[in-house]
């Protein structure tokens, strides 16, 4: 039993490392004063943070990823809360398809996905809606997160709760408002900002569903890293990396290791 142990704990130190060590090395390249990426540094500086505050092509792609990251979210969160009250009131076998469904973008590869919504979107004639049809792909793939981190806190809440609110005479708008929203508020709060760090690092769907005007920050800092070898993407991923690490710090503050693995 040591001896396993000692083996578990080995190889989770090994895949720590192993996702932790490409991080740390962007953030250490990101201070390089050299003209191009190179590690270690020769020396220290900030100016490819600076520099990135002078780019076109950062402002308009960091504008269009909190666009359609923000109006996804929003809508994941109003879906997902009215998904997840319905699947409490429906048989089983229902809410097992149901959920098959709405979590098929977590076990379905993004690139199918992204393939399957760039052909709806030339049957539909929606190649000149470029920014709101990656609106409606990200609203897919946010949703799942939503879903799971509502449902995880909707088993938690006592259902005598809204009768008692039915039976005083409140209607079921005024339920869901004030009985229903507060009591799952740290789901929607863990839901909403897993999606919305989700929906604004996607970056296989964005590359398919792409427009010159609706490039995402993924999908621009790709095609510098292609063409360009300065120390820009490195730059901005390491901002990236620490709000993203702020994000999930709130997550498991609000909504604990549940808001992420569902119930």
């Known amino acids: 039993m040591m001896s396993r142990g000692w083996v ?28 191009y ?5 020769a020396s ?6 600076l520099e990135t505050a002078r780019l076109p092509w950062f402002r308009n792609a960091l504008g269009n ?7 996804a979210t929003l809508f994941a969160i109003v879906v997902g809360l009215l998904f997840a009250r319905a699947m409490l009131r429906v048989r089983p076998s229902v809410r097992a398809a149901a959920e098959l469904v709405v979590y098929s973008p977590l076990y379905i590869p993004s690139v199918m996905i992204g393939f399957g919504i760039f052909n709806m979107a030339i049957l539909l004639s929606m190649q000149d809606y470029g920014i709101w049809r990656m609106i409606v792909a990200h609203i897919v793939i946010a949703l799942p997160f939503v879903v799971r981190s509502i449902w995880a806190s909707l088993v938690g809440v006592d259902a005598s ?5 039915h039976s005083l005479g409140a209607t079921p708008r005024q339920t869901l408002l004030h009985v229903t929203i507060p009591s799952v508020a740290p789901g929607i709060v863990a839901g909403g900002f897993l999606a ?4 604004f690092n996607e970056i296989v769907i964005s590359a398919f569903l792409t427009t010159p005007v609706s490039k995402t920050l993924p999908v ?3 095609a510098h890293i292609e063409y360009q070898h300065d120390a820009t993407p490195a730059a901005i ?27």
């Open 237 to 263: 991923s390491s901002i990236l990396i620490i709000l993203m690490f702020f994000i999930f710090q709130i997550v498991m503050k609000v909504g604990g290791m549940k808001a992420i693995i569902g119930r």
């Open 37 to 41: 990426m190179v590690f270690p540094p």
């Open 220 to 222: 621009e800092l790709m």
């Open 196 to 199: 919305f760090a989700y929906s």
């Open 44 to 49: 220290l500086s900030l100016r490819w943070y």
């Open 65 to 71: 990823s909190l666009l359609i990251s923000i109006v």
């Open 8 to 35: 578990v704990s080995l190889l989770a130190v090994a895949w720590s490392v192993f996702l932790v060590l490409p991080l740390a090395l962007v953030v250490i390249v990101s201070f390089t004063s050299s003209d």
């Open 161 to 165: 709760l809204e009768e008692a609110a």
